[in-house]
């Protein structure tokens, strides 16, 4: 993990919180991560999350290309633009490999012309990225990696820290 990523306890989740629930049998939040390393930005006042990584399922999902996809779409829209009225970019999912045993696919995203407005955000948004990675654990199980960050700022993590980031991917037990 990068020296400036915050990486709590393992186990540890990040819950995006559902900005209108519909229903009251719906969960209140939009999307998971657990195990997340985090960059932790002052900019506009207060502590802000401008980037979140970290593992989760990707049970449903009918192979690593549709789980590396979904991952990667749900993390903008869960972040950024609950209402689906930004500009939405979601790549084609593309064969990744690390030298640590992980083989699946990769899938990069990114948003743009974010609406004012995202609850409980103190800077302004108006960008963002994800890059989700899926694969087989040694048991067989869909896993999932996910990155979002915000965009366009002063701030913004470098591209060779989340490549660096994304070649250490490797298998773990718990």
Known sequence: MPPDWRGPSRDSSFRWETWEPEDPDVPDYAFSLTDVSAVIDTECGKPGHRLVAGTRGAQGATDTADAAEIIAGNLLWANYDQTRSASFDVGEPEPF??????????????????????????????????????????????????????????????????????????????
């Open 97 to 174: 490999e690390t030298e640590h045993g992980i083989t699946g696919h990769i899938v990069r995203a990114t948003i743009t012309d974010v609406p004012d407005g995202i609850p409980e955000r103190d800077c302004p948004v108006t960008d963002g990225m994800s890059i989700a990675v899926s694969y087989l654990s040694p048991n067989s199980d869909l896993v999932g990696w996910g990155l979002v960050a915000d965009t366009g700022h002063d701030g913004e993590v470098d591209p060779d820290v989340i490549e660096s980031v994304l070649s250490s991917i490797r298998h773990y037990t718990r």
